[in-house]
């Protein structure tokens, strides 16, 4: 590690009722990889935005390669070499990998663009940071990983000096975070500054040197990541200590009743012959890797998307799932990975939300009956502990967490049996996440069966009963809980991936 | 919020701002051209607003799904103009001619609905392409002639009556707009309060999140343009009932007129639509108001000269 590149002294900040940072102290090194921590709201976010003048600081000051300076806007913390590569990739999917990577600052020649120098000029980039890119391919062609990889490329070749991941790994598969893993330890090597922030402990142990955690906008301090251990950094992070040991048993009985039964399921190309069986009470893991197919799997079994061919069993009876509407109509229920595109109405109320999956209930003739709509939300906003205002709140000031409860709240109040959950605690925090947790538990405890898909390991071990594996389609494989270890099921996610 | 602020708030707001501008327009008109000043003048603008009103009601609903109706200008006319010649050809008694009229613009809506709802097309070039079917409809249902439907006067007139009403002293009432405040009312509480209201807000906020939620969203969506369609259809009759002749494959236009005021007399942006509707259609008062002064900013020369001949012949009839 060499000499402090980058330094944050006392830094305040204030907005309108919120204290968002109080007196923050962080620093990075040269050739460092240097991990901030905290839950949503932490104040990680907002200590960004104030290093790369988005945001105005109240008080204190930034000192930055030596010398006391103020960013007023991303563009100047850019020309000085201060880079973010954001959690939501800003790139434009209709031009080329090469068309991105230079926008805004195209090389020209006469009037027009020199492409070719632009083409060559992005290929010594991926040369030297040894990915394997095609800079002539459209953006939207690429998997999400590789997209990451541009933001990165395109990062670098602003001559960074110090560069922010954030949550850069909450989109891709293991593979993927292995490739950008190696990238960042290059980056290191070349003496850059990097801040890193996420909400995965095992990331944080195996990429970082140091972590600093905040916590409500304080800052709590700073470890070496070697000296530290798991539990002593999430006990700095929430205050209290959270336990994500693996599950060493099913809590589902054997005899319990087969409540969803599919047989030789097909659509599109990635559903190829899936059968599974779900008990009542049962959380049935869908492990995999990032397009295995899982999530076209539900979307499929909830009719979101045509099927070839298969049957589906509900409680023993055949039926016929056209659309989601049959789905519903037949108890399930599906939260979707992609919660503001697919799973809320952010526009809308709590209440809204709440009842949008069962507003025939709550009409009075022609009328929608709003102080029952009000009521069974703020029932639910109680029993599941949603942080909001009141039932009147729009769902997008709700932080993740909050708004996976209110598409819980509306499958509830939709009284669905069986639930399918895609990436149930996708960028959300370690406080949260448990309590997502603990309600499922809850929720298979009273007679519900869940169908958990989930690209995190631990979530699969800590919350399922058994574990179904795909990969390229195919179900590859189940496994108890009491065998699965992460080995056995990553094998088997693999298997024909060479 | 306290008093205090809730009133500086309305001063500020968009729609308080229009509203001053409108009045000032008033003003100004009256100045330059004192014959604008005149009732009747104010009884043409009533009726203009009527149909205009009616429209930017539609094609409201279409605005908060996300979408639009281009259709209904030259879809106006041809409605009005089939149900003339119903009446004119084909001797049927008025009422049978308003239903015409009504019937087809719901089948033209529902059209439209398909289109976008079901198929999945762009509504933009959807209902383009309506209304230019729209506009051949009418001119062949027509044979091209201008149709007038019946004159206030004539056997059948009664349906001038729906809006605008004549005292036994001789002065015109235009009562239409009471219809229009009260369908405004209506809809306010049918976009806030009802089902259908719901879902086509969350379909114009969400559409993917609402039809995984088990909502029918292809029925709503194409309710909509059908809903849009029956809204035309009753702007058509005020059209009918405001302009002595209908002029087959005239209209194009119109629908500018209509979903301009809807976004811009409403001062309201596509986002502020969909995730503030409340007071959707009572912004949706200044449109028509709008609309007649655009109209008018026009042809302002003309307004005296032009459409003069019409309401005082009316007035003699």
Known sequence: MGEVILEMKQIDKSFPGVHALDHVDFNVRRGEVHALM?????????????LTGIYKKDSGSIIYEGKETEFHNAKEAQDAGVIIVHQELNMVGDLTVAQNIFLGREPRKGLGIDDKKMIKDSRELFDHLKIEIDPMEKMSDLTVGKQQMCEIAKAISHDAKVIIFDEPSAALTEKEIEDLFIIIRDLKKRQLGIVYISHRMDEIKQITDRVTVMRDGTYIGTLMTKESTKDEIINMMVGRIIYEDPKQQSACPPDAPIVLKVENLNAGKM????????????????????????????????????????????????????????????????????????????????????????????????????????????????????????????????????????????????????????????????????????????????????????????????????????????????????????????????RNIS | MNKKSKFRNLLSSQEFIVFIILILLYVGFSVLNPQFARYKTLVTMFDYACFYMLMAFGVGLTLITGGVDLSIGTGLVAY?????????????????????????????????????????????????????????????????????????????????????????????????????????????????????????????????????????????????????????????????????????????????????????????????????????????????????????WSECELATDYYRPCTAGRCID
């Open chain 1, 271 to 494: 559903v190829k012959n899936v059968s599974f069986e779900l008990r009542k009470g049962e959380i049935l893991g869908f492990s995999g890797l990032m397009g295995a197919g899982r999530t076209e799997t539900a979307r499929a079994l909830f009719g979101a998307d045509p099927k070839q061919s298969g049957t589906i069993y509900i409680n023993g009876e055949k039926v016929d799932i056209k659309s989601p509407q049959d789905a519903v109509k037949y108890g399930i229920g599906y939260l979707s990975e992609d919660r503001k595109r697919y799973g809320v109405v952010v526009g809308r109320s709590v209440a809204e939300n709440t009842t949008m999956a069962c507003l025939d209930n709550y009409l009075k003739g022609f009328l929608i009956n709003k102080r029952a709509e009000k009521n069974v939300s703020d029932e639910y906003i109680k029993r599941l502990a949603t942080k909001t205002p009141n039932s009147e709140e729009l769902v997008m000031n709700l932080s993740g967490g909050n708004q996976q409860k209110v598409v819980i709240a509306k499958w509830l109040a939709r009284d669905c049996d069986i639930l399918i959950f895609d990436e149930p605690t996708r960028g959300i925090d370690v406080g949260a996440k448990n309590e997502i947790y603990k309600l499922m538990n809850q929720l298979v405890s009273e007679g519900k069966s869940i169908i958990m898909i989930s690209s995190e390991m631990t979530e699969i071990l800590r919350m399922s009963d058994r574990i179904v594996v795909m990969c390229e389609g195919e179900i590859k494989g189940e496994i108890d809980i009491s065998e699965a270890t992460s080995e056995n099921i990553m094998d088997k996610a693999t």
């Open chain 1, 38 to 50: 905290g839950e949503n709201g932490a104040g990680k976010s907002t200590l960004m935005k104030v």
């Open chain 2, 80 to 296: 009005a103009a089939i149900g003339g010649t119903v009446i004119r050809s084909f001797e049927m008694p008025v009422i049978v001619g308003m239903l015409v009229t009504l019937l087809v613009a719901v089948i033209f809506g529902f059209i439209n609905g398909v289109l976008v709802g079901a198929m999945n097309l762009p509504p933009f070039l959807a209902t383009l392409c309506t209304s230019m079917i729209a506009r051949g409809v009418g001119s062949l249902a027509t044979n091209n002639y201008a149709t007038p439907w019946p004159m206030a006067s004539q056997p059948g007139g009664w349906f001038h009556n729906i809006f605008k009403i004549q005292t036994e002293a001789g002065t015109l009432i235009p009562i239409g707009f009471i219809w229009v405040i009260v369908l405004m009312i209506v809809m306010r509480y049918v976009l806030n309060s009802t089902r259908f209201g719901r879902y086509v807000i969350s379909i114009g906020s969400n559409k993917e999140a609402t039809m995984l939620s088990g909502v029918n969203v292809k029925y709503y969506h194409v309710m909509v343009y059908v809903v849009c369609g029956l809204f035309v259809g009753a702007a058509a009759l005020a059209y009918a009932a405001a302009t002595p002749t209908i002029q087959p494959g005239q209209g194009a236009g119109m629908e500018m007129d209509a979903i301009g005021g809807a976004i811009v007399g409403g001062g309201i942006s596509f986002r502020r639509i969909r995730n503030n509707s409340w007071d959707f259609y009572w912004n949706l008062c200044h449109p028509g108001a709008e609309s007649w002064f655009a109209v008018y």
